[in-house]
């Protein structure tokens, strides 16, 4: 596809939401997970990035509005076919049953306002569940490393409720901290302690960097063993 020109000849500058790169087609796929309606809030932040990075988000929350057929005739029909890309994009990251559901909608804004009502509810439960599953969460018989992905994992879902989520500097840190360290193994109780008692408290990132190098230690200890 070639890159879309302004009526005058000139090349629209990159951040330009009518503009198209030439590598742009509607056989794109922006995201790795296609909706299927039980993971909108990771496809919505997906989306929202690449979109974002396209310059294109003014298309589905309504900033970037149609002009006038008659007054704008270029503009508008640069605005249709930026339109129907996006559109694309967005058809190809949903599950089939859902693509059904859509597939007559004619602006990316009504695509997005119709699974937005449709799958993001009330925050509260999701909320309960995050919160849930951060209180369960244990190491057990993952690595170090991938007990704390999961657990960030679900840190960074809660903080992107952050209008309902409160994040109180020092407090919010130290909450993070005792859940990493509640969820350890029991075989990581002397290093635990020592982290408890340093003063002050180091933040989460610092605790992990430090069971993560006890735990390579051991792993060399058993090795030359």
Same mark, same amino acid.
């Given at each position: 596809?070639?890159?879309?020109?302004?009526?005058?000849?000139?090349k629209?500058?990159?951040?330009?939401?009518?503009? $198209?790169?030439?590598?742009?087609?509607?056989?794109?796929?922006?995201?790795?997970? /296609?909706?299927?309606?039980?993971?909108?809030?990771?496809?919505?932040?997906?989306?929202?990035?690449?979109?974002?990075?396209?310059?294109? =988000?003014?298309?589905?929350?309504?900033?970037?509005?149609? /002009?006038?057929?008659?007054?704008? /005739?270029?503009?508008?029909?640069? !605005?249709?076919?930026?339109?129907?890309?996006?559109?694309?994009?967005?058809?190809?990251? $949903?599950?089939?049953? $859902?693509?059904?559901?859509?597939?007559?909608?004619?602006? #990316?804004?009504?695509?997005?306002?119709?699974?937005?009502?449709?799958?993001?509810?009330?925050?509260?439960?999701?909320?309960?569940?995050?919160?849930?599953?951060?209180?369960c969460?244990?190491?057990d018989?993952?690595?170090? #490393?991938?007990?704390?992905?999961? =657990?960030?994992?679900? !840190?960074?879902?809660?903080?992107?409720?952050?209008?309902?989520?409160?994040?109180?500097?020092?407090?919010?840190?130290?909450?993070? =901290?005792?859940?990493?360290?509640?969820?350890?193994?029991?075989?990581?109780?002397?290093?635990?302690?020592?982290? =408890?008692?340093?003063?002050?408290?180091?933040?989460?990132?610092k605790?992990?960097?430090?069971?993560?190098?006890?735990?390579?230690?051991?792993?060399l200890? $058993?090795?030359v063993?």
């Amino acid at each position: 596809m070639m890159e879309q020109q302004p009526s005058n000849g000139g090349k629209l500058d990159a951040v330009n939401p009518y503009f $198209l790169h030439h590598s742009d087609h509607p056989g794109m796929v922006l995201v790795s997970k /296609p909706l299927n309606g039980d993971n909108y809030s990771t496809w919505c932040r997906a989306m929202t990035i690449s979109l974002n990075a396209k310059s294109k =988000l003014g298309f589905i929350d309504g900033t970037t509005t149609m /002009p006038s057929a008659t007054d704008k /005739p270029d503009e508008h029909a640069s !605005w249709k076919k930026c339109n129907d890309m996006i559109l694309s994009w967005i058809l190809n990251s $949903l599950s089939q049953d $859902l693509v059904d559901s859509v597939i007559f909608s004619t602006t #990316a804004q009504e695509v997005w306002e119709d699974l937005r009502d449709r799958f993001s509810q009330s925050n509260a439960p999701r909320i309960f569940q995050i919160e849930r599953d951060i209180a369960c969460l244990t190491q057990d018989q993952m690595t170090v #490393a991938a007990y704390y992905t999961r =657990l960030k994992r679900l !840190w960074d879902e809660l903080g992107s409720y952050n209008d309902t989520v409160c994040s109180c500097g020092a407090d919010h840190k130290r909450r993070r =901290l005792m859940q990493f360290l509640m969820g350890l193994n029991e075989s990581y109780n002397a290093i635990r302690g020592q982290i =408890l008692l340093m003063n002050p408290l180091p933040d989460v990132a610092k605790a992990y960097s430090s069971i993560v190098q006890e735990e390579k230690q051991r792993s060399l200890g $058993l090795h030359v063993r």
